[in-house]
């Protein structure tokens, strides 16, 4: 089990390393790169990737988690999601002082992952850690804070209020007006820990992403058609090699910094071809300039051949999708009463829609015997 999922680096590489670290160069080593047609170095493969990278040590222990929950849920004939969130770090340094980090909150998937539970999908929810989560987030700190929420009871006398904690001498209780909302999502929640349909794992950097979605994808691969991936997280495009990377504390006093950064491999092309090929696969946009988004979420589907690219814009992204397939584009847009005044989430109707397509996927791929 460990074998199959560790990959130390190469004692020769190692080597390097180790200068690395004594002259405390972050570019003074170079990991193999494949040319472009431009001449400059293009992403190592995923292959090299994970045979120079070395897997977070919480790997084995996810996959056991990840192959109980596939085990369970094949066995009572429920389908599987796995839905990434959030956003991956890339550190710049061994002993981790400075990171890079992107805007994502992981409400995308957050959001999705209950909507894929009320479908009755299992839900494994691959997460940054401490980003937003099914059912918590909707008290999160930053926003709707739990705390405001409550009062203290001092008398223990609950009146059309919920006790949601009790210590020996008092209570705490939910203001009336949040009670109703509160009580839909506790219930949501507990009813989802009792069920067992909700597996989360977390990551921080892009190594631990990588590895742990590649985990995954072949334990899931054994679903065949009833999985489905819908990968909403923010994933680093450029990252520093272990290799490049500075052990220490990266030092002020000999001035500028420059990094150079190498290209992440593109993990959709094995997830695809290799690990999982009968899965629905879903994959996300994300452009800030308009003008560029139908391009690059066609360019996708035709480079890695997936199902469907859901395309969106950094500032409108919470109203406005587009569900990009080769055939068609279908746009999925909340007019602004929906949005504002009626706070329907744009999710609720993206993830039916995706469900729809993953059923005549399964329809699809059991008439022809294969799928693709
Ligand atoms: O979390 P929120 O604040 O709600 O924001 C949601 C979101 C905007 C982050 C989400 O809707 C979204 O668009 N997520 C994907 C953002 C992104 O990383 O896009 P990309 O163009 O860099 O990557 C495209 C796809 O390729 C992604 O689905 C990713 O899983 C995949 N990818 C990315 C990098 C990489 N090395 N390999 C990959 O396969």
Redesign the pocket.
């Known amino acids: 089990m460990q074998d199959e999922l560790v990959h130390p680096v190469p004692k020769n590489r190692m080597a390097a390393l180790d200068g690395a670290h004594l002259n405390g160069d972050i570019t003074a080593f170079s990991a193999p790169t494949t040319p472009t047609s431009t001449g400059s170095p293009g992403?190592v493969s995923a292959e090299v990737y994970f045979a120079t990278h070395v897997a977070p040590k919480s790997l084995p222990e996810n996959a056991e988690r990840i192959r109980t929950f596939v085990d369970k849920h094949m066995k009572e004939g429920r389908r599987v999601v796995l839905v990434?969130?959030?956003?991956t770090t890339v550190p710049l340094e061994t002993l981790t002082v400075r990171f890079i980090d992107?805007?994502?909150?992981?409400?995308?998937?957050?959001?999705s992952a209950e909507y894929f539970l009320e479908q009755g999908y299992a839900v494994i929810f691959m997460h940054r850690q401490f980003?937003?989560q099914p059912y918590t987030r909707h008290y999160s700190h930053a926003r709707n804070c739990f705390l405001d929420f409550m009062e203290a009871d001092e008398q223990g006398i609950h009146v059309c209020l919920i006790p949601i904690f009790t210590s020996n001498a008092k209570s705490f209780l939910v203001m009336p007006s949040y009670v109703e909302k509160m009580r839909t999502i506790l219930h949501k929640y507990k009813s989802t820990q009792k069920a067992g349909t909700l597996l989360s794992l977390d990551f921080v950097t892009?190594n631990d992403y990588?590895f742990l979605l590649r985990a995954a994808a072949q334990i899931i691969s054994k679903m065949d058609v009833h999985a489905m991936y819908y990968?909403?997280?923010?994933?680093?495009?450029f990252f520093i090699p272990r290799d490049k990377m500075s052990e220490h504390k990266i030092q002020s006093g000999d001035g500028l910094l420059s990094l150079t950064m190498d290209?992440?491999?593109?993990?959709?092309?094995p997830?695809v071809n290799d690990w999982t090929p009968n899965a629905f696969i879903?994959?996300?946009?994300?452009?800030t300039d308009e003008a560029l988004l139908p391009m690059?979420s066609r360019q996708?589907l035709k480079r890695?051949g997936h199902q469907i690219?859901?395309g969106?814009i950094?500032t409108t992204?919470?109203r406005l999708?587009s569900l990009v397939t080769l055939e068609d584009v279908a746009e999925i847009r909340l007019t602004q009463n929906e949005d504002e005044v009626q706070h329907i989430e744009i999710e609720s109707r993206i993830v039916p829609e995706l469900i729809r397509r993953h059923t005549q996927w399964i329809e699809a791929c059991g008439t022809r015997g294969e799928c693709g």
């Open positions: 992403p990434t969130s959030g956003g992107n805007f994502s909150a992981g409400t995308r998937g957050a959001t980003s937003l892009v990588l990968l909403a997280a923010a994933v680093s495009d290209q992440v491999p593109k993990i959709l092309k997830l879903v994959s996300f946009k994300l452009e690059k996708a890695y690219v859901i969106n950094l992204r919470k999708v």
